[in-house]
């Protein structure tokens, strides 16, 4: 098992967000996490890379439990963040933007090095020396993808890559994760674009309101249309 | 023109120090978002370590290598009080960190006298450098043309560090994001101490190398800090490039400032540091930042007016404090007095502080421009004592109207450094201008009339009008001023979209406060009797900063209970030891990291724990970020 996830509890301040949230990655899956706008998803990667401080719970990556380390503790042992907003920083270049994501090689995962990240990535290639903040939002997202990978991560959490992308850069993000997956590296994707997630995942977990409310194949979601309908807007 | 052109290769050689200062500053700021206002202090631990170290080891390796190792030395030093200090209060509102390091200043000033003695020291000169060079019948010291190459190669070398390598393209990401610094695995603590280790290596190099052109004493530190904060006004906080700029031109205008105005030559500084504001609130080279981060205090408490039970108590109060002269003596009068006052100078800065978001570091400068308002008037003008009481904080509103219109151009740190800047050129005009000021003599014989010269009558006029400014206040607090006032502190977007003009209702704030704080130095001037700089002083506006901590930032009227307690500790602990300033800034940094809700704050945390225990309203304590 590459990561498991049980009892999540999160909060913000007052306001309890996560309610006993499992979840499991197999070591190469690719799992789904699908929900609305403010379902919780961003704020379950969040807990799990630790940037959620009011968290109780398990987070057991590679059989070992970090519920109770330090963001970088935890991304420097392979556990990848990609955040929804990107992040990029805008003053550095892409080249920077890489060197600030760059971690010593790991044996139980695939090493990434620039000229392999601007082949998956032709366009980053192009554009070694621009600042982060002159990029088009596709590229972006490019970016903050290629970032993750210089840590050389063994599985990446990877919240909401299509939003705000024009179709042919989807495209482009779903070879892009589909050869990640090819390499080895375990995924867990946010989504709310059940197309997408398709094209992509093995397995797929529900989540709304704080809850998972459902967790299985895609095949077994496809076979209920009412929990898709009920959960999921299309 | 020789004489011009030697003026001004020393002014570029000044430059170096203070860019050296200026950019570690910014580094530090930069990333870890603390104006490390001891910055100062290493720059004289840097220039008192390497005298020792040269005096010690002679011959060049002696000279060149114990100013290095001084560097070196006082940078261990900053990494230690990174650890030990600056990591617990990282996530602390600005207003602390500013003074916990203020504290630190304070005790490190202390620790010099205690170990280096209080008189001036005279460093070696720099083997190699120790003649001049002649130009065209100027002489030229062969120092000074090495400081003036010196400035370009260490920003060149700090160019090279931060561009070209790992280090350097980890703290300028940093700098811009820190939390995703760490989701990408990197440990920030340590890049947070090795920026603080870089930055204060800077300051002390900068202090180090000046002990062959002047001598080291002990109040360098401030001496270079309100430069240093000049100059990152001007140039802009977080940018090295800036610094170098903005500390030749205000090197610059010192040294030809000097020939233009000989007796108030920072006057020059002033208008050029005043035009930037205008044109460029973040400086020359500086990145405009969005709206104020955060409120002063550390929680949202909601503010009500005291119900009719504490009004009571309150005048209970007031009426025992006014009974004080039946039982005592006139030196516990004179102190009465002197507390009263201290109530409405502490009150001025809280109202500034607490209601308008606004945290004053040069608050003193209204206090003493009351003063020397009220000795202009009385003993210049020869004009009744009421006339002067009534007129002489005029002035203090004057230099508000003017200082202020500039400071609420910025807030959070920026506003902190300027209003400590104008401060401290209020005090070098007092204090250089002689024929007008007394200059260090001061103005001697400004003594109240006889219906208010005995100790007793004297302590209810200051007790009268401390309460009539402490309501007056509050009723400002609680009138629809106030509420946009408090609106503007915790929101400027939202409050500016509902039609509020901050800048002008800040402004206004800014001018009540100095105006009481004239108030305030206006009787202070009766009650000793003379007026000198130190009323304008940093000490003061540091004194009355911790008042209102110690009071409480959240509170309505902290700074009452604040100042009562402050001033009768201080004047008590002046009268037990000589180390007051060791003892004052250890407090504060006591405060700042144990009990940063004052005294007033911990008692309402108290009595609301008390009064929700079983009705679970946590909600009122626990710590509420403003969204913006």
């Not at chain 1, 080249?95 to 980053?124: C, D, I, M, Y």
């Not at chain 1, 093995?202 to 309101?209: L, S, V």
């Amino acid at each position: 098992m590459k990561l498991s996830v049980q009892d999540l509890n999160s909060h913000y301040g007052p306001a309890h967000i996560l309610f006993d949230i499992a979840l499991e990655v197999g070591d190469g899956e690719v799992v789904a996490l699908l929900g609305r706008n403010g379902a919780g998803k961003s704020t379950t990667f969040r807990s799990i890379v630790g940037l959620v401080e009011q968290r109780s719970g398990r987070i057991l990556f590679e059989g070992k439990d970090v519920s109770h380390q330090p963001t970088h503790a935890i991304v420097s042992r392979g556990l990848g963040y990609v955040p929804e907003e990107r992040r990029i920083f805008t003053e550095l270049t892409v080249e920077e933007n890489l060197e600030v994501g760059r971690q010593p090689r790991r044996s139980n995962a695939p090493h990434w090095t620039r000229e392999k990240l601007f082949a998956l990535f032709p366009n980053l290639g192009e554009m070694r020396n621009r600042p982060g903040g002159r990029m088009s939002g596709g590229e972006q997202q490019m970016l903050t993808i290629a970032r993750t990978l210089m840590g050389n991560p063994s599985l990446v959490l990877l919240d909401e890559p299509s939003e705000g992308l024009s179709p042919k850069i989807v495209e482009q993000m779903v070879d892009a994760i589909l050869t990640m997956k090819k390499e080895g590296v375990s995924i867990v994707v946010s989504e709310q674009n059940l197309h997408f997630a398709k094209l992509i995942s093995d397995r797929a977990y529900i989540i709304e309101r704080g809850r998972i409310c459902f967790g299985g194949t895609m095949a077994e979601l496809d076979g209920r249309p009412d929990i898709r309908d009920a959960h999921l807007s299309l | 023109m020789a004489f011009y052109i030697v003026q001004f290769l020393t002014g570029l050689a000044s430059a170096a120090s203070l860019f050296l200062v200026a950019s570690g500053l910014s580094i530090i700021f930069g990333v870890t978002r603390i104006v490390n206002f001891a910055h100062g202090a290493f720059y004289m631990l840097g220039a008192y370590v390497a005298f020792t170290l040269t005096d010690r080891f002679s011959g060049a390796l002696g000279f060149w290598g114990g100013i290095v190792v001084a560097a070196l030395i006082i940078a261990a030093v900053g990494v230690l009080v990174e650890m030990a200090l600056l990591r617990r209060i990282y996530h602390s509102p600005e207003l602390f960190q500013l003074l916990a390091t203020f504290g630190l200043t304070l005790m490190v000033e202390d620790l010099v006298v205690l170990i280096w003695g209080p008189s001036e020291l005279l460093g070696r000169r720099a083997p190699g450098f120790k003649g001049a060079v002649d130009f065209f019948g100027q002489n030229i010291p062969s120092y000074d043309l090495f400081l003036i190459a010196l400035g370009p190669i260490v920003l060149g070398i700090l160019w090279l560090l931060f561009q070209r390598t790992r280090w350097g393209v980890l703290v300028r990401a940093a700098t811009q994001d820190r939390d995703m610094v760490a989701a990408l695995g990197v440990n920030q603590k340590w890049l947070f101490t090795s920026v603080f280790a870089v930055g204060v290596f800077l300051a002390a190099l900068g202090g180090a190398l000046q002990i062959p052109r002047d001598a080291v004493h002990h109040a360098m530190d401030l001496r270079i800090i309100v430069d240093v904060f000049v100059v990152v006004v001007i140039g802009g906080l977080g940018s090295i490039i800036g610094a170098f700029v903005a500390a030749v031109l205000v090197s610059e205008l010192n040294a030809f400032g000097i020939l233009i105005f000989p007796k108030i030559s920072i006057i020059l500084v002033f208008l050029v540091m005043a035009a930037v504001l205008i044109v460029r609130p973040w400086g020359l080279f500086g990145k405009q930042e969005g709206p104020a981060r955060r409120t002063p205090g550390l929680t949202v408490n909601p503010w009500r007016t005291l119900t009719s039970g504490e009004r009571l108590a309150a005048t209970a109060a007031l009426i025992i404090a006014a009974a004080l002269p039946l039982f005592s003596g006139n030196y516990a009068l004179t102190i009465g007095s002197e507390i009263a006052i201290f109530v409405i100078f502490a009150a001025s800065l809280h109202f500034l502080m607490a209601v308008g978001g606004l945290a004053s570091f040069g608050h003193a400068a209204y206090f003493g421009l009351g003063a020397y308002g009220v000795a202009f008037l009385a003993k210049m003008a020869g004009l009744p004592m009421i006339v002067s009481l009534l007129l002489g904080p005029l002035l203090g509103c004057l230099g508000a109207a003017v200082f202020g219109f500039f400071a609420v151009q910025l807030s959070g740190v920026y506003f902190a450094m300027l209003t400590l800047a104008f401060a401290q050129i209020v005090w070098s005009i007092a204090f250089q201008w002689v024929t007008v000021t007394g200059g260090d003599n001061g103005i001697l014989g400004v003594w109240p009339e006889k219906w208010a010269a005995s100790p007793s009558h004297f302590y209810w006029l200051s007790l009268g009008i401390a309460a009539l400014m402490v309501v007056g206040l509050r009723i400002v607090v609680f009138s629809p001023f106030g509420f946009a006032l408090r609106a503007t502190r915790d929101s400027p977007l939202r409050s500016e979209a509902i039609g509020i003009d901050g800048k002008r209702i800040q402004w206004t704030a800014f001018v009540i406060a100095g105006t009481v704080a004239g108030v305030a130095g206006a009787l202070f001037a009766y009650l000793k009797g003379s007026v000198f700089p130190d009323s304008l002083g940093i000490s003061l506006s540091v004194d009355a900063l911790v008042m209102v901590l110690l009071g409480g930032v959240e509170t309505i009227s902290g700074a009452v209970v604040g100042a009562i307690v402050y001033k009768a500790l201080n004047i008590w602990l002046v009268s037990q030891t000589d180390l007051s300033k060791l003892v004052l800034g250890a407090f504060i940094v006591l405060i700042v990291v144990a009990f940063p809700k004052g005294i007033v704050g911990m008692l309402e945390t108290i009595r609301n724990r008390r009064r929700s225990a079983s009705a679970k309203s946590a909600l009122l304590a626990s710590p509420i970020e403003t969204a913006e």
